[in-house]
């Protein structure tokens, strides 16, 4: 058997690598031929980072650790601070205080109070998991930016014939959608994923959690 590519997608650029041809026998026998997971060892024992595949019903999602971490909602404080927002600019402050707590600056009503050391509430908290922690902080997403700062593939090597892994990185999977995330479609390429990390040196581990 020849070498099997290993298939990065990247918006509309893509580019492959070559598995080592027992390797790429083992995971064929193994995920293609018995539709069975294929743990390849790690280096370490203990790896420093864990990536978690959850089946979705249609591909495996990439998850950076926990896929069950709650979203961890900032203060107030915080919140205006990584929004750059001057809050002692009188304009400034009024736009905020329109925005997420519902005043009025026409109205006369006293300026709501905000207690800088309490977590966000209202369309504050929901404007945080729809921007910042969908594009930014959500396991998906930390998934999707660790993955797409390695050379996982060459794009300027093609090779003919059908790829054994293939991997989907996702900005936003329908209209409206910041979901932010990383998708193989099968266990052949997790256990493409998970050669190709090795090879690069990553102290990473995937975990796959069965399909139901």
Same mark, same amino acid.
């Given at each position: ?18 598995? +080592?041809? +027992? ?31 959850? =089946?979705? $019903?249609?591909?495996? @999602? ?8 709650? +979203? ?6 915080? /919140? ?27 109205? $006369? ?6 207690? /800088? ?13 729809? =921007? ?7 396991? @998906? ?13 060459? +794009?300027?090597?093609? /090779? ?8 989907? /990185?996702?900005? $936003? ?27 690069? $040196? ?11």
């Amino acid at each position: 058997m020849k070498r099997r590519e290993f298939l990065s997608l990247l918006g509309l650029s893509f580019g492959s690598v070559l598995i +080592p041809a +027992p390797v790429a026998r083992l995971i064929r026998d193994t995920c293609v031929l018995n539709q069975q997971s294929l743990i390849i060892p790690t280096r370490s024992k203990n790896p420093a980072t864990l990536l978690t595949a959850v =089946w979705n $019903g249609v591909a495996f @999602t990439i998850h950076y650790g926990d896929p069950d971490e709650e +979203p961890p909602f900032p203060s107030w404080g915080e /919140f205006i601070e990584r929004h750059c927002v001057d809050f002692d600019h009188p304009k400034h402050r009024a736009d905020f205080l329109e925005s997420f707590l519902g005043w009025d600056r026409r109205s $006369g009503e006293a300026e709501p109070s905000i207690s /800088f050391g309490s977590d966000i509430t209202g369309s504050a908290k929901q404007y945080y998991l729809d =921007w910042d922690y969908e594009l930014k902080e959500s396991p @998906t997403a930390l998934a999707y930016n660790y993955l797409e700062e390695l050379p996982l593939c060459d +794009p300027d090597k093609q /090779f003919s014939g059908e790829p054994l892994g293939e991997l989907s /990185f996702i900005e $936003g999977d329908r209209p409206g959608s910041n979901l932010t995330c990383v998708d193989a479609p099968d266990y052949a390429t997790l256990a493409c994923l998970q050669h190709r990390l090795i090879e690069l $040196g990553e102290d990473v581990k995937i975990e796959i959690l069965a399909c139901s």
